[in-house]
């Protein structure tokens, strides 16, 4: 008989004799010094003692041995063939499958490295032609950019139109803020941006904003409208870009119609621009687009403008104050976008 059961006979024993749980763990301690059981199981024994009248077995009742682990390289292998077949089985449908708990099933999952995601929203459903026109549009423009580096990208002037309303909602993401324990939750109210808005083109480059043109009430954009914002933005580009050569200048817009009429071309051709190829649908590889409206627009998020004075002068305010760095990035973002769309077979660019 081992220490722990002859320890188990004693227990019974002076439980039998009503002696408390502290005083039987001492009077233990007193003869098995280091190895005496904790006191948790005298407790435990004692009370086993009382439910069974005396009669309990102070031998180890026989075992398997230690139970087997559920995740097994079968059970694995099986859990990664259910999320291959369905991506959006759940955390319960798993484990109903797998016939082990949900803590086993997290373990599985992150131990075979899936992560669950939601969808990412997309403009359009891009068709296989559509692909290849965007693989074959950006291996041209990385062609050139292998071509004349730097340079390349230093000659691109790139604009589009947006919606500025007089307010835009802040997102929840940003109404984030600091709380101790003992603060009370904050409420974020639904709302939805005003009615009251303005249409404005914003011409840029590398350099930084070039023009901000903001169309007259009552009116629609049209090549008319286009073109007078591009004679605009050639008057604009010999003020404020002096060095630079006519000729040189590389646009980039997106295939809008106002923006691919045959008025609208002719009037570039007058200017001596060249435009750089677009593919349609294609605002990921659109700077105005990916990089420049949504930090406008998050910029001004929350504030209320009462008029379009206002607004128009904080757009620009903000406009200025986002630095040459800013604009830069913006541009040089284009080459590894032309070249994951490349790689992606011309499917969309991730964010």
């Given amino acids: 008989m081992d220490s722990r059961q002859k320890q188990r006979a004693v227990i019974e024993f002076l439980t039998l004799e009503k002696e408390t749980v502290g005083a039987i763990h001492k009077r233990l301690q007193m003869v098995y ?5 904790d006191r948790s199981t005298v407790g435990r024994w004692a009370r086993r003692t009382a439910t069974e009248k005396g009669h309990a077995d102070v031998h180890d009742r026989p075992r398997c041995g230690r139970p087997q682990s559920a995740r097994t390289e079968a059970t694995i ?40 995601v939601c969808a990412r929203w997309v403009p359009r459903q891009l068709t296989d032609a ?34 500025l309303h ?34 404005a083109t914003v011409f840029w480059d590398s350099e930084g904003v070039i023009l901000v043109d903001i169309m007259a009430k009552g009116t629609t954009i049209n090549s008319d409208a286009y073109v007078q914002t591009l004679k605009k933005l050639y008057a604009r580009l010999r003020r404020v870009r002096p060095n630079r050569q006519m000729k040189d200048v590389l646009l980039q817009h997106d295939n809008a119609r106002p923006h691919t009429s045959l008025r609208t071309m002719e009037t570039i051709a ?10 349609p649908y294609s605002p990921d590889l659109a700077p105005s687009d990916f990089h ?28 200025k104050g986002a630095g040459a760095e800013f604009y830069r990035r913006g541009i040089h973002a284009l080459v590894p976008r032309w070249r994951m769309a490349v790689a992606n077979d011309g499917d969309y660019v991730e964010k």
């Fill in 77 to 116: 292998e099986k859990a990664n063939d259910i999320i291959m077949e369905d991506r959006r089985v759940t955390v319960t449908g798993l484990s109903l499958k797998l016939d082990v708990g949900e803590a086993t099933v997290c373990r599985i999952i992150m131990n075979l490295g899936f992560s669950k």
């Fill in 292 to 319: 420049l409206f949504g930090s406008l627009k998050d910029g001004m998020r929350g504030i209320h403008f009462s008029d379009d004075e206002s607004l128009v002068k904080a757009a620009k305010q903000w406009l």
């Fill in 33 to 37: 010094g280091d190895d005496t059981v």
């Fill in 166 to 199: 007089h307010f835009d909602p802040e997102t929840k993401r940003q109404s984030m803020e600091w709380h101790h324990v003992t603060s009370p939750r904050t409420k974020k109210f639904k709302s939805v941006p005003s009615a009251g808005k303005i249409m």
């Fill in 130 to 163: 559509h692909k290849e026109q965007r693989r074959t549009i950006c291996s041209e423009l990385l062609g050139r950019f292998d071509v004349d580096g730097p340079d390349f990208l230093g000659r691109i002037v790139t604009g589009d139109e947006t919606w």
């Fill in 270 to 279: 007058t200017f001596g621009w060249t435009v750089l190829p677009h593919p």
